[in-house]
Nanobody, 117 residues
Framework: QVQLVESGGGLVQAGGSLRLSCAASGSIFRINSMGWFRQAPGKQRRELVASITSGGSTNYADSVKGRFTISRDNAKNTVYLQMNSLKPEDTAVYYC??????????WGQGTQVTVSS
């Protein structure tokens, strides 16, 4: 079993910054990728924000390119999301995601990010 613990969410004014962290623990053999998804108020689906592979390849949603940066500490099985120049439309619950090399996926419990205008 794998556990993902997220931290770093909160309330910030537009233009501000937040840094999210997600630490993975448990029965982790090899990780394919880790990333962040978000679910905005009133939306039923989670959308990819950013992901990073074990080799360091990154992928970003177009809406966050140039503002958000994902990074990873493989030794600590931790992924970070640095969010700068935040906008009200970034308001959402942010979920950490882990994809093991052997398949399947895991989710964190979610952390609320609220950006006021």
């Amino acid at each position: 079993q794998v556990q993902l613990v997220e931290s770093g969410g909160g309330l910030v004014q537009a233009g501000g910054s937040l840094r999210l962290s997600c630490a993975a623990s448990g029965s982790i053999f090899r990780i394919n990728s880790m990333g962040w998804f978000r679910q905005a108020p009133g939306k039923q689906r989670r959308e990819l924000v950013a992901s990073i592979t074990s080799g360091g390849s990154t992928n970003y949603a177009d809406s966050v390119k140039g503002r958000f940066t994902i990074s990873r500490d493989n030794a600590k099985n931790t992924v970070y999301l640095q969010m700068n120049s935040l906008k009200p439309e970034d308001t959402a619950v942010y979920y950490c995601n882990l994809v093991p090399a052997l398949g399947g996926y895991y989710w964190g419990q979610g952390t609320q990010v609220t950006v006021s205008s």
